[in-house]
């Protein structure tokens, strides 16, 4: 595609519920960030993968989020038992080794 | 990854330059300062990188003092469209995670 994709755009959820964000990074991009960005602050790192792999993950807040890239391409950020200190807006970048990263528009979390 | 430090904003004037200051001055030497910019409700957008020499693109130009330990965005003539929120990061190429700061919030004015 031209460019990173996530969807949803938007998602509302009851405090308990759990969710699944979608991330299509560029065709070709071997690295995939999240990130999440609380309204006022700048983005901080959840988790890393390189291709498949998820290298890094230390940016995950709690055993409720869980991320996955199985064949490579397109990623999962699941979140399960939501609350309210969820919300947020979670970002998805992907980029070939070394280069620039190209970010999503992101998805809006509100935990209600 | 280097610490930065941003203004928290700045305003500056349609058609002047926008000088935006950036002190790194952890930064080690196989990390580059990287600018992205972010506008409301989009993903952040890159803008610009460099190591130790001035670079200049279609968006921008970054200068970097010669002992590395700040640098300067300039956008050379602001329009409207250029405000956003501003980020300034020190990054080895390839590093698994990329470390926002609260970044500075510009303010372009008519």
Known sequence: ?112 | DAKTTQPTSMDCAEGRAANLPCNHSTISGNEYVYWYRQIHSQGPQYIIHGLKNNETNEMASLIITEDRKSSTLILPHATLRDTAVYYCIGEIQGAQKLVFGQGTRLTINP
């Open chain 1, 1 to 112: 595609g031209a460019g990173v994709s996530q969807s949803p755009r938007y998602k509302v959820a009851k405090r308990g519920q759990d969710v699944a964000l979608r991330c299509d990074p560029i065709s070709g991009h071997v690295s995939l960030f999240w990130y999440q960005q609380a309204l006022g602050q700048g983005p901080e790192f959840l988790t890393y993968f390189q291709n498949e792999a998820q290298l890094d993950k230390s940016g995950l807040p709690s055993d409720r989020f869980f991320a996955e890239r199985p064949e490579g391409s397109v990623s999962t950020l699941k979140i399960q038992r939501t609350q309210q200190e969820d919300s947020a807006v979670y970002l998805c970048a992907s980029r070939r080794d070394g280069e620039k990263l190209f970010f999503g528009s992101g998805t809006q979390l509100s935990v209600l």
